[in-house]
């Protein structure tokens, strides 16, 4: 089945630790997103990518980072100096020229 | 800042009633609306969207409202249905010259339809 694939659903990680939340997807989408969620606060963008070796930082980008190497691939990196990291976070993707976004499963990540 | 703001937070509607979320936006530049719907757990997924050359658009049960002179947009959710219950998203996108850039979305509203 085509779609995005988060990985892991659930990740707890230790303060000072660095987390890598992997993003597949084999729609042959060009762009790429990371979002946060945290309640009552929407959606807010991370980082977002629109071609292979390129990637733009979002509106919360601060202790975060990310790696666009294949088309299909864009893992993100919350590093320690991210000072609340525990949040929902989701992976997206967009074909070239389309509209629609679509999202993956997400995953939750919750600082120990 | 863009910003789409929505409202209400939370809404309570009994089934078979009309489910109405609203939003308002200030950046005229913006140029497609669509809106999400996000049950727990999940990743949102697109329900409806519009464009600012139409004032409404239905589809099945969901229809969105679109006033560009007051720049609000609403949804409305008819014969609203236990099923419905979820967390609905709009959102707004710059007038696009290329870029990938993204969706400004509004903060969300919890809607439990009660059986």
């Known amino acids: 089945d085509g779609g995005i694939t988060q990985s892991p659903k659930y990740l707890f990680r230790k303060e000072g630790q660095n987390v890598t939340l992997s993003c597949e997807q084999n729609l042959n989408h060009d762009a790429m997103y990371w979002y946060r969620q945290d309640p009552g606060q929407g959606l807010r963008l991370i980082y977002y990518s629109q071609i292979v070796n390129d990637f733009q930082k979002g509106d919360i980008a601060e202790g975060y980072s990310v790696s666009r190497e294949k088309k299909e691939s864009f893992p993100l990196t919350v590093t320690s100096a991210q000072k609340n990291p525990t949040a929902f976070y989701l992976c997206?993707?967009?074909?070239?020229?389309?509209?629609?976004?679509?999202f993956g499963e997400g995953s939750w990540l919750t600082v120990v | 800042q863009q910003q789409v703001k929505q409202s209400p937070q939370s809404l309570i509607v009994q089934k078979g009633g009309i489910s109405i979320i609203n939003c308002a936006y200030e950046?005229?530049?913006?140029?497609?609306f669509p809106w999400y719907q996000q049950f727990p757990g999940k990743g949102p997924a697109l329900l409806i969207a519009i464009r600012p050359d139409v004032s409404e658009k239905k589809e099945g049960r969901f229809t969105i409202s679109f006033n560009k002179s007051a720049k609000q947009f609403s949804l409305h959710i008819m014969d609203s249905q236990p099923g419905d219950s979820a967390t609905y998203f709009c959102?707004?996108?710059?007038?696009?010259?290329?870029?990938?850039?993204?969706?400004?979305f509004g903060s969300g509203t919890q809607l439990t339809v009660l059986p």
């Open positions: 959102a707004a996108r710059v007038k696009s010259s290329g870029s990938a850039r993204q969706l400004t």
């Open positions: 997206a993707s967009r074909e070239r020229g389309g509209n629609t976004i679509y």
């Open positions: 950046n005229t530049a913006f140029d497609y």
